[in-house]
């Protein structure tokens, strides 16, 4: 997305906080990033693209809402989902020397129709028996600790496509999370974070994933700009190691 976010990435890294990162092959700053990645531990996950950078040439994207009431009506183009899906890949597995260890989507676009048949299909075809886990955003681990329009954003997002998601996955072998956390309002700043992420670690199982968006410093025209800095604090933080020592918890 930005050399700010790949720079806070690569320094949680080191630092054995992340188990993974996902790689938007559409944003500006993946190439040059590529090869740092390359070199670290992480899980290396495809984030599928579906909804930024429509303006660049061979790019298949819309906004968010467009994307999800097109695919809710069947109304995408499929032909172009699964080539875009294709291309997607094709500049991964170039840039990174392998195929993806994971795959999740930008905006959790990969468990909408049309997308995740189309992923699926194509994850069957290019990868066979050594398929990829998938990213499942059922089975949401929340606690007193999230607020009402919290707990419905975390339910929408679920709605939009996990249980079919998990049921294809299901019937080509395809591994996915046990749970998932991380679900949020992007606001608070450090602090709330801070207690959000006690609250997700408490409630965390083997096998569930935590999505987070660090980032060095705010990115300009980024929503969640200020936000990315809080998280990538937090993350970083010597809390952090107590916190997980806490709780009995790795991170894998």
């Not at 993974?20 to 290396?44: E, I, W």
């Not at 608070?188 to 083997?206: E, F, S, V």
Request: hydrophobic fraction near 45%.
């Amino acid at each position: 997305m930005a050399p700010a976010v790949d720079a806070a990435v690569l320094e949680l890294a080191q630092a054995r906080r992340l188990s993974g990162t996902s790689c938007l092959v559409d944003g500006a700053s993946f190439r040059q990033s590529a090869p740092a990645l390359r070199q670290t531990h992480l899980q290396k996950g495809l984030h599928l693209n579906f909804t930024e950078f429509g303006s660049r040439p061979g790019v298949y994207a819309m906004p968010l809402k467009q994307v999800i009431l097109s695919s809710l009506l069947h109304r995408l183009d499929s032909a172009r989902v699964k080539a875009s899906i294709a291309r997607q890949c094709d500049e991964f597995e170039q840039a990174l020397g392998q195929g993806p260890d994971y795959i999740d989507g930008h905006q959790h676009v990969h468990q909408l129709p049309v997308i995740r048949e189309a992923l699926l299909e194509e994850m069957e075809r290019r990868y066979g028996g050594r398929m990829p886990w998938l990213r499942y955003t059922g089975a949401q681990r929340l606690g007193s600790a999230f607020s009402v329009g919290e707990r419905f954003k975390a339910r929408v997002i679920a709605s939009l496509g996990a249980d079919a998601l998990a049921g294809l996955a299901a019937a080509k072998g395809v591994t996915l999370n046990a749970g998932f956390t991380g679900v949020y309002d992007f606001k608070g700043g450090q602090a709330r974070y801070a207690r959000l992420m006690q609250a997700w670690l408490a409630a965390m199982r083997h096998g569930d994933s935590l999505m987070c968006h660090p980032a060095l410093e705010a990115l300009a025209g980024d929503p969640l700009g200020a936000q990315r800095l809080a998280e990538y604090q937090v993350l970083s933080g010597p809390d952090m190691a107590r916190w997980l020592d806490q709780y009995s918890l790795r991170i894998a």
